[in-house]
């Protein structure tokens, strides 16, 4: 049974920084290509980034130099450590496979970044 299970997620202030992380399990991690998904209220999920089992990275325009995605293959876990936070990064994040994910999404976890 796929299941992924985020935290890291706070109230901070802009320009503070945060790491999420994603435990995953029930499939073999270290075989797919991975992503950091946000969801905002009245919008559609969007992926953030994405990591490749051979690191390769790849972010969304508003992201890149800001938020960098990393890979832990032996502890099945996922990272993203989020800086320069800007009140738009707010939102629900999940992590997931990043081609065709999967339906069981996990809770999420809040970030919000406000003054």
């Known amino acids: 049974q796929v299941q992924f299970v985020e935290s890291g997620g706070a109230l901070v202030q802009p320009g503070e920084s945060l790491r999420l992380s994603c435990a995953a399990s029930?499939?073999?991690?270290?075989?797919?290509?991975m992503a950091w998904y946000r969801q905002t209220p009245g919008k559609e999920r969007e992926m953030v980034a994405s990591v490749f089992p051979d690191r390769r990275t790849n972010g969304a325009n508003d992201v890149r130099g800001r938020f960098f995605i990393s890979r832990d293959d032996a502890r099945n876990t996922l990272y993203l450590q989020m800086s320069s936070l800007k009140p738009e990064d707010t939102g629900v994040y999940y992590c997931n496979h990043a081609i065709n994910p999967d339906p069981s999404w996990g809770q999420g976890t809040q970030v919000t970044v406000s003054s």
């Open positions: 029930g499939f073999g991690f270290s075989r797919y290509v």
